[in-house]
């Protein structure tokens, strides 16, 4: 695929606007001091930072096109993505953003990709998405 729309005169490819869901974890790093420890004078001190236990993790629905980051949704604390959040309140954020990004008005011509998962092959979804058209 890339190497068919890898061509200066394809536009089709900026029309595409991939989106996924991941984990981002938070650390609790030790402070400088928690981390000092006493060395030889020959020695090299340890300069890479060590993660310990996860403090939390919240799930962000990620969205880009070829021209990079186009919107990132944070999901509630200790929630997953479901069909409700993602019609309701993802999507429309996401849309509203590429709404005010692209020069032809609505999303009438986007190529919206994301995966499988369940909340995005919904009934429910899919109505939204015919409806958005």
């Given at each position: 695929?890339?190497?068919?729309?890898?061509?200066?005169?394809?536009?089709?490819?900026?029309?595409?606007?991939?989106?996924?869901?991941?984990?981002?974890?938070?650390?609790?790093?030790?402070?400088?001091?928690q981390?000092?420890?006493?060395?030889?004078?020959?020695?090299v001190?340890?300069?890479?930072?060590?993660?310990?236990?996860?403090?939390?993790?919240?799930?962000?629905?990620?969205?880009?096109?070829?021209?990079?980051?186009l919107?990132?949704?944070?999901?509630?604390?200790?929630?997953?993505?479901?069909?409700?959040?993602?019609?309701?309140?993802?999507?429309?954020?996401?849309?509203?953003?590429?709404?005010?990004?692209?020069?032809?008005?609505?999303?009438?011509?986007?190529?919206?990709?994301h995966?499988?998962?369940?909340?995005?092959?919904?009934?429910?979804?899919?109505?939204?998405?015919?409806?958005?058209?």
């Amino acid at each position: 695929m890339l190497l068919k729309y890898s061509k200066a005169d394809s536009r089709w490819h900026s029309e595409v606007t991939t989106g996924d869901e991941t984990w981002v974890y938070f650390y609790d790093m030790r402070t400088k001091q928690q981390s000092s420890k006493w060395i030889f004078e020959d020695e090299v001190p340890d300069t890479i930072p060590k993660r310990f236990m996860t403090v939390g993790k919240r799930m962000f629905a990620i969205f880009f096109t070829t021209r990079g980051l186009l919107e990132f949704v944070m999901l509630p604390a200790k929630h997953t993505v479901t069909a409700a959040w993602y019609t309701e309140y993802c999507l429309p954020k996401v849309f509203q953003t590429v709404e005010t990004l692209r020069p032809k008005p609505g999303i009438s011509g986007m190529k919206f990709h994301h995966d499988n998962a369940p909340a995005h092959t919904t009934r429910r979804t899919k109505e939204f998405l015919d409806n958005q058209a």
